[in-house]
Every structure is written in C-alpha cells, then in structure tokens.
C-alpha cells in the first residue's frame, strides 16, 4: 500500500512536533532543577530582573543540553566536555546586567559566549 505525500507530510510533522515538544520538557526539567541554584544576583530594573532571570536559566539549561549532546556524541573527551561547560557556565554567570540578558535573548549560546561575553572582556 503507498502512502500519499499529504500522509508522510502529517506523519514526518507530527514526529517533528514530538521531538521538539521531548525537546522543550527536558529543556524545563533543566531550568527547574537550576532554579535551586545560587545565582548571581542581576542588576537593571525590577521588571528587565525578572525577565533576564527567565532568560539566563534558559540559556543555562541550553548549556547543559548541549553539554549533553556533546558527550553522547564524543564520550571519550569527558574531561575536557566538562571542563568546558564549567568554564563556559561561569563565564555567562559573570553576566549580571538584565539587559544584556534582555539583548541577548534570541542568541544562541555559542553566541552569547564568543560574542557578548568577548565584547564585555569576560
């Protein structure tokens, strides 16, 4: 039986869907489990606090997944995957301005990190 090219459209969407919907709830459980964490304290408005809050912990949990990714990708470089996370985790850190966070919001982390944090000398 041949499936009509409408009918593998709706299937190879719904299976995008599911992987980015997979996607977004394990990026959550990252942005959970980082709430817990003592972070830098961010300066700017009460309102501009808020939102770069929201963005940071979300730029953080993308830094873990693609930590992740990286090791499940090269599980021999461990070490140095780590190493680096941990460099590049506190080198966003150091970012206590809102509105750099606020600008920065549609960046990757790649980005942010050989971009925004360069331009600020972190």
Same mark, same amino acid.
């Given at each position: ?17 599911? #992987?980015?919907? =997979? ?7 990252? &942005? %959970? $489990?980082?709430?817990? !964490?003592?972070?830098?304290? /961010? ?25 992740? #990714?990286?090791? =499940? ?7 140095? &995957? %780590? $190493?680096?996370?941990? !460099?590049?985790?506190?080198? /966003? ?30």
């Amino acid at each position: 039986m041949t499936r009509s090219a409408k009918e593998i459209y709706r299937d190879v969407t719904a299976h995008i869907k599911a #992987e980015q919907r =997979a996607q977004e709830e394990a990026l959550a459980q990252k &942005i %959970e $489990a980082l709430k817990s !964490e003592k972070l830098p304290a /961010l300066e700017g408005s009460e309102k501009q606090i808020a939102w770069a809050a929201d963005i940071r912990l979300r730029k953080l949990a993308e830094l873990e997944q693609m930590m992740e #990714e990286a090791l =499940a990708e090269m599980p021999g470089e461990n070490e140095l &995957i %780590e $190493a680096q996370g941990r !460099e590049y985790k506190t080198r /966003l850190l150091k970012i206590t301005r809102a509105a750099t966070w606020i600008d920065a919001r549609k960046s990757s982390v790649d980005h942010i990190i050989s971009t925004v944090c360069r331009s600020l000398g972190i």
